[in-house]
């Protein structure tokens, strides 16, 4: 397993800036959001996955009243309410 150490230092706002060639590593850009993983006192920064927030608009206006509708009878099948 190939090792590297990158040494960042942390402002008094707790911002850390990401060495590039770590952004390169995980594929991330500006704006882009980080996971911090913590696990038996470790830390291990991961790309984050898309959030709402990132989501929001990537779904025509208009298809929202269809994907309400799917959702609500996914969710009513899922509580054995729907036949």
């Known amino acids: ?43 291990k920064s991961l790309p984050a996955h898309m959030s709402l927030e990132a989501a929001f608009g990537a779904v025509p206006l208009q298809n929202c009243a269809k994907l309400r509708r799917i959702a609500g009878q996914n969710l009513r099948q899922s509580r054995g309410l729907d036949s």
């Open 1 to 43: 397993m190939d090792v590297h150490e990158h040494v960042g230092t942390v402002t008094k706002k707790g911002q850390v800036t990401i060495p590039l060639s770590v952004r390169k590593l995980l594929g991330v850009k500006a704006y882009d959001k980080v996971t911090f993983r913590v696990s038996e006192g470790r830390v």
